[in-house]
């Protein structure tokens, strides 16, 4: 009786894991495979324009022809290699900017008084629902040069002529920022809400100024927030494609844009794939060390 | 002491004010210059509601829209459906062959950039095309396999993290009374972590409605969803008929997310 339970169980569970699983594997792992396998190939003038890697020679012996020239190719043209430091720059401002400003408001709302803390941070939340696509649209009207914000400052009489934000690397910085605020948020919101407070007392107690109790106490301990926020935004920013495109100019060169020009405007599918696979390699780390962070938050 | 803390309280909240500011400020000046009658975006033209009437006789836009809501429909639902059972895996079985895997790839689409997962999942489809002959060329069927399987992660997140919370004792005594585990998931699990399938239902839906870079691969010419169609005009610079498609766009989540309010709060 029992090991029919049991096995009635096993079988119950496989029905439940299974779509999940399967459709991971078969619509996630599987995608990945192809990339890796396509940036393997050589472009051809067909549809799909690569070659097969696998063909069966005469003699009926199965080939396996590895093409590394895309790879070689990124090294060669300058074009990729200025994209990547030039991704990793963008990003990595961006996320600062962003936990300077997000952290100080984490901080607020999460000393504020208990019954305004959801609300505040719903309002934090609220434009994350509305598009992307709008939200960085609406900074094109501002920003560029007869925008709001030149319109505002020549009304002042700060400025003669309009400034040039529009189409520079500062317009994707804030459009970045602007974009990804939320995510930084959340996570320090949740680090810093949880903190015993009555740490805080002791070291008051003990004469200890404000402003050094929150770097010796605060800050350390809010430290898996800032970690997770920073790489929930640095991680998707360095592939980031709409921003560059609508606020950037020619000059910001961003892997996302790159990869997007392969693909749509070169049909150049095998480069494109080993761009995406370079890409994929230099955030393997952030990834891992985004998935470390969440599985101690857990584990606590 | 007392007025230097609250001197600090008061810058606190000041910064806390500018962010709100930041936040909000663009999306207000869009909807306030959907009604600008002049075509000039930043020169004030006097009221008009020219744009929203032009917006009604734009076909384009309204197949499109049609279309992405259809897409966000499904693709919710779907991604609800798959979700809730990674939940259930990932809380309750724990341990199993592959589990590492299986953690691993429900958490990466939530970091993964979008353009990657866009170009893998096409040349995927177009794999597939060559060697089982299905899906046959790109269409709605494709974005809405593509939408749930990004959708599904974020899902997954919302539902975890209720179900980890839920009392367990209520399943152990339904079982206890000899109910089998599906009953027991039916009638005593999924109304308790009801609120957090109908947050994750619609966290997918604006997800999916808003996915530009995604839709863009695996769409085919025949299917051309509402961000891509906004995504080429927003191209060619900014027109007061994109402001009012916006500001229509932001009136429609405002609605939405105010009765998923009211929902949750009645289920409290």
Not at chain 2, 18 to 28: C, K
Not at chain 2, 188 to 210: H, R
Not at chain 2, 242 to 248: E, G, K, P, Q, Y
Request: proline share 6%; charged share 10%.
């Amino acid at each position: 009786m029992s090991a029919r339970g049991t096995l009635k169980q096993k079988v119950g569970r496989f029905l439940v894991a299974l779509p999940p699983y399967g459709w991971l594997v078969v619509f996630f792992l599987l995608p990945f495979l192809i990339v890796l396998k396509i940036s393997l190939s050589e472009l051809q003038a067909a549809i799909p324009p690569y070659k097969a890697i696998f063909a069966w020679a005469e003699d009926g012996i199965l080939q396996l022809r590895l093409n590394f020239g895309n790879y070689s190719y990124l090294f060669s043209d300058e074009l990729y290699a200025l994209a990547y430091l030039n991704s990793l720059k963008v990003a990595a401002i961006s996320t600062a900017l962003t936990l300077l400003i997000g952290y100080p408001m984490a901080y607020t709302i999460a000393r504020s008084p208990a019954r305004y803390r959801n609300p505040l941070l719903m309002l934090v939340v609220l434009p994350f629902w509305t598009s992307l696509l709008i939200r960085v649209y609406s900074w094109m009207g501002i920003l560029k040069n007869e925008g709001l914000l030149n319109s505002f400052l020549m009304w002042l009489g700060i400025i003669d002529s309009p400034i040039q934000i529009m189409e520079t690397n500062t317009a994707v910085y804030i459009g970045i920022v602007y974009s990804y605020l939320p995510y930084m948020i959340l996570p320090l919101y949740a680090t810093l809400e949880k903190m015993d407070l009555t740490l805080l007392e002791a070291a008051a107690d003990l004469g200890c100024p404000p402003f050094k109790a929150f770097l010796k106490i605060t800050l350390p301990l809010s430290m898996p927030g800032v970690i997770a926020g920073t790489l929930l935004v640095f991680i998707p920013a360095v592939g980031e494609f709409v921003i560059p495109d609508l606020l950037g100019g020619p000059d910001t060169l961003m892997i996302g844009k790159v990869i997007w020009a392969e693909f749509f405007d070169n049909r150049d599918w095998p480069v494109a794939s080993a761009v995406a696979v370079a890409i994929l390699i230099l955030l393997v780390v952030p990834i891992m060390l985004y998935q470390r962070n969440e599985s101690r938050a857990e584990a606590k | 002491m007392n007025a230097s803390l609250s001197g600090r309280a008061a810058s606190l909240y000041t910064m806390l004010a500018l962010g709100y500011a930041f936040l909000y400020l663009p999306i207000v000046l869009l909807v306030i210059y959907s009604f600008n009658a002049s075509r000039l975006v930043t020169v004030w033209g006097g009221f008009s509601t020219h744009w929203y009437a032009e917006l009604l006789h734009d076909d384009k836009v309204l197949d499109a829209a049609w279309l992405s809501l259809k897409v966000a429909v499904v693709t919710a639902t779907g991604a609800t459906v798959l979700g809730t059972l990674a939940s259930v895996l990932l809380v309750r079985f724990k341990r199993y062959p592959g589990s590492t895997l299986f953690a691993g790839m429900v958490a990466a689409p939530l970091v993964m950039p979008e353009i990657i997962t866009g170009l893998a999942m096409l040349l995927m489809f177009v794999a597939m095309e060559q060697t089982i002959g299905w899906p046959a060329g790109r269409s709605m069927t494709t974005i809405v396999i593509a939408h749930i399987t990004f959708c599904l992660s974020f899902v997954t997140v919302v539902v975890r993290s209720r179900l980890a919370q839920m009392d367990m004792s209520l399943e152990e005594a339904a079982m206890d009374l000899g109910a089998r585990p599906l009953k027991v998931f039916l009638v005593i699990t999924l109304p308790l972590i009801a609120p957090a399938l109908m947050a994750g239902w619609l966290l997918a839906f604006t997800l999916s409605v808003d996915d530009l870079v995604i839709s863009s691969f695996v769409t085919g010419p025949s299917a051309t969803t509402l961000p891509i169609v906004i995504f080429s005009k927003v191209r060619l610079g900014v027109s007061p008929e994109i402001n009012a498609l916006a500001s229509v766009f932001v009136a429609f989540v405002g609605c939405a997310i105010a009765l998923g309010g009211t929902l949750s709060r009645k289920q409290d």
